[in-house]
């Protein structure tokens, strides 16, 4: 069974980093791609980051410049760098992982197959 568990969530203050990480259960094919959303209360899912199997990444706009997202095949375990940290960036962070696509559905929340249950991010002074 494919499960994931993110963790690292935690309150920051602006310009500040957090690194999130997330855990694939042994389950989880290494040809999978892995990737993060986040959800602010009453906005729709929007999608972070992700990373293929072969390290390929890919950034949604409020990503770029500013997290990394690096993968680590033999332990499972993806983990999300986040820098110069905004209110903006307070949300759910949700860790995801699907089958190989194609690329243009990477930014689609229905387009994933497995979720983790979340971790609360917080950027406040």
């Known amino acids: 069974q494919v499960e994931l568990v993110e963790s690292g969530g935690g309150s920051v203050q602006p310009g500040a980093s957090l690194t999130l990480s997330c855990v694939a259960s042994?389950?989880?094919?290494?040809?999978?791609?892995i990737g993060w959303f986040r959800q602010a209360p009453g906005k729709e899912r929007e999608f972070v980051a992700a990373?293929?199997?072969?390290?390929?990444?890919y950034f949604g706009d409020s990503a770029k410049d500013r997290f990394t997202i690096a993968r680590d095949n033999a332990r499972n375990t993806v983990t999300l760098q986040m820098n110069a940290m905004k209110y903006d960036d307070t949300a759910i962070y949700y860790c995801?992982?699907?089958?190989?696509?194609?690329?243009?559905?990477?930014?689609?929340?229905?387009?994933?197959?497995?979720w983790g249950q979340g971790t609360q991010v917080t950027v406040s002074s």
């Open positions: 995801t992982t699907r089958r190989p696509r194609n690329a243009n559905t990477m930014f689609d929340p229905r387009q994933w197959d497995y």
């Open positions: 042994t389950q989880t094919p290494s040809s999978f791609t």
């Open positions: 990373i293929t199997m072969r390290g390929f990444t």
